[in-house]
Structure formats: C-alpha cells, structure tokens
C-alpha cells in the first residue's frame, strides 16, 4: 500500500506508471522483507543467547553465595583462616 | 514465651514442606519450653487425632482449589482473592477472640494465603502486639494479589506498613515476592530450611552391584519436572545403559507419566510408587545413590533434598532454585541444566564413573547434618522471636473495633471489586 491508499501490487486496473513502479519496487521489497526476517532471527538469536547467558550469570551467583554462606558457617565453627582476604576483599554478601 | 502460630493448613492437612515445618518449630518451640497455640483452618478432609495445642477454628478460601484458579466467573474469583489474601473479617473475629483470650507475647505467621492474611497482620498491629512470619514461598505477594497481579501501590503499601520482620528460607524467594511487586526486602532475615532426621552418618555403600539407584519424591507432576526424569531415563537406555533404576515417590494425578513409560519400554527401570509416609520414605533413601529434583526456578528451598541428602542419597538439583543458594555444586549435591538432557549427562557420568559419589556422598551427610540439622537452625529461630517480644506497642483498638474494621475492610474490597468488574 502506498501513502495514497492504493495498492499497486493488487491494483485491478494499474496504470503503465504502476506497473513499471511495481517492477522497480517488487524486488527491493523482497529484499527489504528478507532482511527483516534476518534480522528477527539474529534478534530471537540474540535474545536467546542474553537468556542463556543470564541463566549462567545467576547459577554463578547461587553458587557463589552458597560458597560465601559455607565459609561464613565454617569461620562461626572454626574461627577465621589464617591466610584469607579481607571480607571486603572478598566481596561478602550483607543480607 | 506464650506464643500463637498462625498458618493456613496444618498436618496431616497440608500440601507439603512449608506446612510441615511449622509443626517441626511448633514441636520444637514445646520442647524448648515455650507455650504454643497453633490456630488454623479447619481441616479439608476429616482428621480423627490432633494435637491439644491445636486450634481448627478458622476458615480457608482455599487460593490452591482448581475452582479458584482457573474455574467459576472470573467477579467471583476475584472475591476468592480478596478473602484469600487481604480481607476475612470472620476469621479476624476468631483470632482477635484468641488474642484476648490466651494474651501471647507475640505472633508467629506461616502461610496466612486463604486466612485474609492482611487482615490478621492489620489486627494484631492494631494490638499492638508484636509478629514474625516464616516464609517459604511467596505469600506476602500472594496475600497483595486481588485481580491476577499485584497492584504496585498495595505492594508498596504493604511494605511499608508492615512493623514485624520475616525468616524467610532463601535469597532467592525474596526476590521473587520484591519482582511481584512487594518489597519487604529490608525486613527479612534469611533462616535456612532445616532437616529434623537423624540422617545415615554410618552410610558407606554407594552403586551398590554396579547400579545407579535415583529416587525422587513429591507431585509426580510437571512443575517438580518428573517428565524430565523419566526421559533422562529413556536417554539412558537408549544409550545402552541398563543397570540403573528410577523410583519415584508421591502422588500421582497425571497418567501421562505412566504413559510416558510405557512408550519408551522403561517398566523395567522406572515404577510410579505412589505416596509413602515420610519417615519411611527416609529410610529408603538409604538404599538409593541419587535423588533427581528438577524442580523450577521459583522453587524457595525444598525440604525433600535435604532429606535425601542427610541419608547420602545425593541430590540432582537444577543450577537455578533456592536449593541451589545453599548447597555447592560437586561438594555435596550435583547441580545441572533443568533438562533432560542435563540430568541424563550427569547420571552417565557417575555411572561412568566419573564422578566420586561416595565422596559427595559422605559429605553431604555430614554438611547436613552439622549445618541444617534444625538442633543447629532453631536457636537462630528462637532468638528472632524472643528478640520480637521486646517490640511490644501501646493497642491502637479494642478487639471491638478491630472487627468493625474488618468487617467494613470486607465489604470496601468487595464493593470495589464489583465496581470494576
């Protein structure tokens, strides 16, 4: 469809400007649609990739704070180790 | 300390851990010498033997009935919500006369979702008296949702009203009820879930004749991810492994799971074997290597691994669930994709011999039973709440009007949601 409403594609009666506008724009259009679809898949590609990515990020963090939780539950147990960082150097959770 | 416990269900009327533990810290609170009065909802099927302590008086909106979720006219449901989570003048009546009554030195919240939960907060504010509340699942937002989510400005209401504080079992939960539009965050201490048995410390068999023994228990049903484990199954055999052998313990609602054995010939390895008591479905633990769990992300903190684990069968857990805040991944569980093809891999390996089972196993015995024994998480329980009993306030309102207020909460909520309907 174009701005005044008529479709020169399905057009009954289409002009000779119509038909040589049709035989112009007909492959860019293709074009113009393939492109489209390509850039929804690298889109759904992307999105799916950031979710995989996202997923990973949160098992790392579960982990992480159950590493932290062990050693806070092994230091109450067994007093501090000798040889570890600084809580701040180690990026204790406050919760 | 007086105590009462407030929850929705109480055993044997439950749905599973979250009730269950309630009784666990009620029966501890009693044997610590505390004085505890359960109030609940009276019981969905008859129940012949109770507790003394026990009182059955209020009334349920049950929130879990199909009829609520998905059946009936939507005003009607609506209604449900709103009785359910935020207004039960009724059951406000039965407790504030409970109150009076018994004059506890604090209140102790579980699940308030079918109780008009808001509304018993609000009263026992109003009191003056103080609360805490144990979280295992997302009520705080459940209790906030009267249409199907919750609206931002009740969410936010709710938080900031609220002067108790909340145990609540994981990280990963509070999340859940701050992203559902509730931000008690700042109110929350974090509490572990805990075991009570005394676990198999002596274990020291595992893939006992070559064979992998796996067992899961709970709703043989999609949202615990029971169809992932029988095609994990299925992938085994199909690879050409047959010394393994899959139970799965708990009800079963769905036929599609037998089913679904039948298709892929997996009699010989997986048998549905329906619901067995509790203690002994721990001893049977002993007899298996792993315990498949692959429950859904929401999952706050589940009681059943950490069953299975203190008997050394070695829990499979998904790498996204409350479970896996608290329990390290080849330490003393095994983490993996929510997939069939995750649990699959992870079962070739130890069958392979991959992986030391025995190690992880030994271990996880001992980390559960030295840290989430509840000897070890329940003086942190009973420090919350006697440190609570000093937050005692002035009452702002007689039991009298606590009930017309309730009672006008009621009818604003209902009149509301008919007008928007």
């Known amino acids: 469809m174009n701005p005044s ?28 649609q393939a492109a489209v679809d390509e850039l ?46 600084s809580d701040s150097q180690r990026g204790d959770h406050a919760e | 300390m007086k105590i009462i416990a407030v929850s929705n269900l109480y055993p044997p009327d439950g749905l599973g851990g979250y009730e269950m533990g309630c009784r666990q810290i009620v029966t501890a609170l009693h044997e610590a010498g505390h004085e505890v009065t359960v109030l609940t ?24 009935a199909p009829s609520a979720r998905n059946g009936g006219h939507p005003q009607g449901r609506a209604h449900q919500l ?5 207004c039960d003048a009724y059951n406000v009546h039965r407790f504030v006369a409970e109150l009076e009554r018994l004059q506890p030195d604090l209140v102790y919240f579980w699940n308030l979702w079918g109780l008009g939960g808001i509304s018993l907060i609000a009263a026992t ?52 009820i701050k992203s559902n539009g509730v931000p008690i965050g700042p109110s929350c201490d974090i509490v572990p879930n805990w075991v009570t048995t005394d676990g198999a410390p002596a274990r020291s068999d595992w893939l006992i004749d070559c064979k992998l023994r796996i067992a899961f228990a709970g709703a043989v049903s999609l949202h615990k991810g029971a169809d992932i484990v029988i095609e994990a199954a299925a992938q085994l055999k199909r690879d050409g492994f047959t010394r393994f052998q899959v139970d799965l313990f708990g009800p079963v609602v769905d036929p599609r799971f037998q089913a679904m054995i039948n298709a892929s010939r997996l009699q010989e ?26 429950t859904l992300p929401r999952e706050p903190f589940a009681f059943a691994p950490l069953e299975a684990a203190a008997h050394g069968c070695v829990p499979v857990i998904p790498h996204i669930c409350g479970n896996a805040e608290w329990m390290l991944d080849g330490v003393d569980l095994f983490k993996t994709e929510r997939t069939a093809d995750g649990y699959a891999r992870l079962f070739r390996r130890v069958i392979q011999g991959e992986i030391d089972l025995a190690k992880v196993g030994r271990q996880a015995v001992r980390q559960l039973l030295r840290d989430f024994h509840l000897k070890t998480i329940f003086p942190k329980i009973e420090a919350g709440l ?8 002035p009452a702002h309102a007689s039991t009298h009007d606590i009930y017309r207020l309730a009672l006008l909460a009621e009818r604003s909520v209902r009149d509301m949601l008919q007008e928007a309907a």
């Open chain 1, 5 to 32: 409403g008529i479709n020169i594609f399905e057009s009954e009666r289409p002009s000779l400007g119509h038909r040589l506008l049709r035989k112009l724009l007909k492959p860019l259009l293709l074009r113009i």
């Open chain 1, 40 to 85: 929804a898949t690298y889109q759904r590609r992307q999105a799916a990739e950031l979710q995989e990515l996202s997923d990973k990020l949160q098992a790392l963090k579960l982990e992480h704070t159950a590493a932290v939780r062990r050693l806070a539950r092994f230091e109450e147990l067994y007093g501090k180790l000798p040889t570890q960082a």
């Open chain 2, 41 to 64: 909802a009276a019981p969905r099927k008859p129940i012949h033997a109770d507790e003394r302590h026990l009182l059955r008086t209020l009334r349920l909106a049950d929130p879990y």
């Open chain 2, 82 to 86: 709103a009785l359910a989570g935020c």
């Open chain 2, 125 to 176: 504010q109003l009191l003056g008296l103080p609360w805490r509340m144990h979280i295992m699942d997302a009520v705080p937002s459940q209790l906030c949702n009267l249409t199907g989510s919750v609206r931002p400005e009740l969410g936010r209401a709710f938080a900031r009203l609220i002067r108790g504080r909340f145990f609540c079992c994981s990280r990963t939960v509070i999340d859940e």
């Open chain 2, 269 to 294: 390895h997986v048998t549905l074997q329906g619901s067995k008591p509790q203690q002994e479905l721990w001893k049977m633990y002993e007899q298996y290597d792993l315990f498949a769990f692959p």
């Open chain 2, 386 to 393: 006697k440190q609570a009993t000093a937050e005692r306030r």
